[in-house]
């Protein structure tokens, strides 16, 4: 099983990133995905979920009106769209499968003020 985020950097306040986790070795369309992050000296807390079928999603409060997740069963995919960054973004961001033990490496977020 992998689950491989991509897409993450250095960008400024108000500014925008498109998260990516490719996901292999297990039957991806069936499970729940979820994006989660970790601040520096923090715990890792809750971003975003989407169904199976990608119809239903949820979103911490200190995200919902800003970030989007989506995803594509077709190519084992799920995204999340971040806009209107703030620098209490700055996180590594995970992807993982709902009720698994499958995470990825993590990607890096950094948001200048």
């Known amino acids: 099983v992998q689950l491989v985020e991509s897409g993450g950097g250095l960008v400024q306040s108000g500014g925008s990133l498109r998260l990516s986790c490719a996901a292999s070795g297990f039957t991806f369309s069936h499970y729940y995905m979820t994006w989660h992050r970790q601040a520096l000296g923090k715990q890792r807390e809750f971003v975003a979920q989407?169904?199976?079928?990608?119809?239903?999603?949820y979103y911490a409060d200190s995200v919902k009106g800003r970030f989007t997740i989506s995803r594509d069963n077709g190519k084992n995919t799920v995204y999340l769209q971040m806009n209107s960054l703030k620098p209490e973004d700055t996180a590594v961001y995970y992807c993982?499968?709902?009720?698994?033990?499958?995470w990825g490496q993590g990607t890096q977020v950094s948001v200048s003020s």
């Open positions: 989407i169904s199976a079928g990608g119809g239903n999603t």
């Open positions: 993982h499968a709902y009720n698994t033990n499958y």
